[in-house]
């Protein structure tokens, strides 16, 4: 079965750099969401999106957008990176209907180191 | 607001051992979902279980079952006749019932299975 993709899985990026995080979710999937987990912590919600319009947001700094586009795909951008930026970064998706709704998929994660 | 308490931080069995993993939440809703997710060394979120505030029936899956109790807020995970595969950090999640709901994580507890 088609699973979220999420690209790129690495990226190494420069303190005050900006960086773009990709999320592709399973088809038929009108639901995204991105999480931030550092090292050793859980997961922390960041922003969700339902039919390409924003639907939530949790924790996410000014400093980061998001949003999805026509085909449900979603970005996340970050812009002035700081040290602490360094995390892993999950988009997850879910169904608003049929099967597996409201049960959110997670993707492998990018996996984002701030030097 | 919601909260998940995870209060095992770590757990070591022997392979082939029961073992269960607990899980304590808060919410003043009445209509909630409850998770299970595993994430192995490899670092992708899996999904495991879902259950519903309104039906507390507990179920067995292949090696995994879970009791929800309502009365003591717990959603507690049991692995059977573990096996080295099985090693992973658990994290246990509610959502609220609503639709497109952010995921609250709790801590998680690393779970180590001993050859």
């Known amino acids: 079965a088609a699973g979220v993709i999420q690209s790129p899985r690495h990226l190494i990026k420069e303190k005050r750099e900006t960086a773009t995080l990709k999320c592709y979710p399973i088809?038929?999937?009108?639901?995204v969401y991105w999480y931030q987990q550092g090292p050793g912590q859980d997961p922390q919600f960041l922003i969700s999106?339902?039919?390409?319009?924003?639907?939530d947001k949790g924790s996410i700094p000014d400093r980061f957008s998001a949003q999805q586009f026509s085909d449900y795909h979603s970005e996340l951008n970050m812009s002035s990176l700081e040290l602490g930026d360094s995390a892993l970064y999950f988009c997850a998706s879910s169904p608003s209907g049929g099967e597996g709704t409201d049960t959110q998929y997670f993707g492998p994660g990018t996996r984002l180191t701030v030097l | 607001a919601q909260k998940v308490t995870q209060a095992q931080t770590e757990i070591s069995v022997v392979e082939k051992e029961d073992v269960t993993l607990d899980c304590v939440y808060e919410t003043r809703d009445t209509t909630y979902y409850l998770f299970w997710y595993k994430q192995p060394p490899s670092g992708e979120l899996v999904f495991l279980i879902r259950?519903?505030?309104?039906?507390?029936q507990n179920e067995i899956s292949g090696r995994y079952s879970w009791n929800f109790q309502k009365s003591t807020s717990s959603f507690n995970f049991t692995i059977t006749a573990s096996q080295v595969v099985d090693s992973a950090v658990y994290f246990c999640?509610?959502?609220?019932?609503?639709?497109?709901?952010?995921?609250?994580f709790g801590t998680g507890t690393r779970l180590t299975i001993i050859p």
């Open positions: 999640a509610l959502s609220l019932f609503f639709g497109n709901e952010k995921l609250t």
């Open positions: 088809p038929r999937h009108d639901t």
């Open positions: 999106f339902y039919e390409k319009m924003q639907s």
């Open positions: 259950r519903n505030s309104f039906d507390e």
